[in-house]
T-cell receptor, first 111, second 116 residues
Framework: GQQVMQIPQYQHVQEGEDFTTYCNSS?????IQWYKQRPGGHPVFLIQ?????EVKKQKRLTFQFGEAKKNSSLHITATQTTDVGTYFC???????????FGAGTTVTVRA | GAGVSQSPSNKVTEKGKDVELRCDPI?????LYWYRQSLGQGLEFLIY????????KSGLPSDRFSAERTGGSVSTLTIQRTQQEDSAVYLC??????????????FGEGSRLTVL
């Protein structure tokens, strides 16, 4: 069946380092969304990418949507302790309003 | 209200009892979603409403689970004869859902269900 997969499941990062988390779909997505869930909190929307090959930046976060609209990545530079949490990608498949979430990448930061 | 409101925030029940979880979405949001999140896990899709209709109930785990939405607003998720494996945080989200795509989801704080 259709799936959204994220890798890695866990990311342990030294403060100040960069890392990337990846999201892959088995089928074409009409758009890709990223959410962040802090420990004990609920998912909060970060960004939405719609166009093939689109790249968007939010301060130290860079989001990319693949040319085939089947994969996406989130790159964080100079990781800070405030980046701790679980990052989820989510997307509706074409002609489908259901938003299916990946399993998430849980980020911990070593000071 | 300004955001998505869920109640109760915490519910402890005995195995076999029925529970009802409520979600009050952001005013004007036509789409409403229920997800389930077990400890340390991802978001498991349960059901999606567009207005009062549920075009996708594929995620409901069993016939013990049901959901309804009235007036295009409040939704209730009912779990009958609860089992211990039903213990999880039940998250509700709403979205404007513009034509042609799925808009940003706004999540509530969740209802934490514990079945003893």
């Amino acid at each position: 069946g259709q799936q959204v997969m994220q890798i890695p499941q866990y990311q342990h990062v030294q403060e100040g380092e960069d890392f990337t988390t990846y999201c892959n779909s088995s089928t074409t997505l009409s758009n890709i969304q990223w959410y962040k869930q802090r420990p004990g909190g609920h998912p909060v929307f970060l960004i939405q990418l719609v166009k093939s090959g689109e790249v968007k930046k939010q301060k130290r976060l860079t989001f990319q949507f693949g040319e085939a609209k089947k994969n996406s990545s989130l790159h964080i530079t100079a990781t800070q302790t405030t980046d701790v949490g679980t990052y989820f990608c989510a997307g509706p498949w074409s002609n489908d309003y259901k938003l299916s979430f990946g399993a998430g990448t849980t980020v911990t930061v070593r000071a | 209200g300004a955001g998505v409101s869920q109640s109760p925030s915490n519910k402890v029940t005995e195995k076999g009892k029925d529970v009802e979880l409520r979600c009050d979405p952001i005013s004007g949001h036509t789409a409403l979603y229920w997800y389930r999140q077990s400890l340390g896990q991802g978001l498991e899709f349960l059901i999606y409403f567009q207005g009062n209709s549920a075009p996708d109930k594929s995620g409901l785990p069993s016939d013990r689970f049901s959901a309804e939405r009235t007036g295009g607003s409040v939704s209730t998720l009912t779990i009958q004869r609860t089992q211990q494996e039903d213990s999880a945080v039940y998250l509700c989200a709403s979205s404007l859902n513009p034509a042609g795509g799925t808009g940003e989801l706004f999540f509530g704080e969740g209802s934490r269900l514990t079945v003893l």
